[in-house]
């Protein structure tokens, strides 16, 4: 794909939607960081019903590290993997706790260094809380920017370093939530709804799929 044909789908993208956002239920980095280690492997509907209940209760390192392991499994045993991702949430807290005073550290380094917490998780805290142009890559972004040719990768750091290089600076900062709900409604995994696209025509999937 040209440099042309993907400065015209952003744009498209954009202005469809100029501010999006993530889906994931959140008011403050903490809250996103908790909110995206749970999303592992599950769907942000479940959790935002798991955190619609646990934030009020408990936001912060210190209050949600008060609950423990039990306390927190409680509230998110409704999520798949739950066991593991209370025992990653808990000694993240600790961490956070005793190395940052309880807040998000604004660094890469620090954030992977979390349990629980790997580079797509980093980058989205870093992206979504605190405006980075980092690109976090998940299977809907991944598959994307592979079917329509934009960003081609055999694993999401390939995919991740290719768009990176070829999205330009203007976009950076929200690309990865229009292909993120791009891939979530429109180009889905079993049978993309190409006939409601609005990047259709500047797509290079060879094998539409269209409405009978």
């Given amino acids: 794909m040209n440099k042309e044909k993907r400065q015209a789908i952003l744009s498209i993208l954009r202005e469809n939607n100029p501010h999006p956002e993530t889906e994931l239920n959140f008011s403050s980095p903490f809250e996103l960081l908790v909110a995206v280690t749970l999303s592992a492997q599950?769907?942000?509907?479940?959790?935002?019903k798991a955190t619609d209940k646990l934030f009020p209760i408990a936001n912060t390192a210190q209050s949600i590290y008060a609950l423990g392991v039990?306390?927190?499994?409680?509230?998110?045993?409704?999520?798949?993997?739950?066991?593991?991702?209370?025992?990653?949430?808990?000694?993240?807290?600790?961490?956070?706790?005793?190395k940052y005073n309880g807040e998000v550290p604004e660094d890469r380094e620090a954030l992977e260094s979390l349990p629980g917490v790997g580079r797509k998780t980093a980058n989205v805290v870093l992206n979504t809380a605190f405006g980075w142009p980092t690109i976090a890559?998940?299977?809907?972004?991944?598959?994307?920017?592979?079917?329509?040719k934009f960003a081609m990768g055999k694993n999401v750091d390939q995919v991740e370093e290719k768009m990176l290089k070829v999205v330009p600076a203007e976009f950076k900062v929200d690309?990865?939530?229009?292909?993120?709900?791009?891939g979530r409604y429109?180009?889905?995994?079993?049978?993309?709804?190409?006939?409601?696209?609005?990047?259709e025509e500047l797509c290079e999937f060879k094998e539409k799929v269209y409405p009978e």
């Fill in 175 to 182: 690309v990865h939530h229009w292909f993120i709900l791009h």
């Fill in 70 to 98: 039990d306390g927190l499994k409680e509230y998110i045993k409704t999520i798949g993997l739950y066991n593991n991702k209370a025992i990653n949430v808990i000694k993240a807290c600790e961490i956070l706790i005793e």
């Fill in 42 to 48: 599950a769907t942000d509907v479940s959790v935002n």
């Fill in 137 to 148: 890559i998940d299977t809907h972004i991944f598959r994307v920017a592979n079917r329509t």
């Fill in 186 to 199: 429109t180009c889905v995994a079993r049978k993309p709804r190409c006939g409601s696209c609005l990047i």
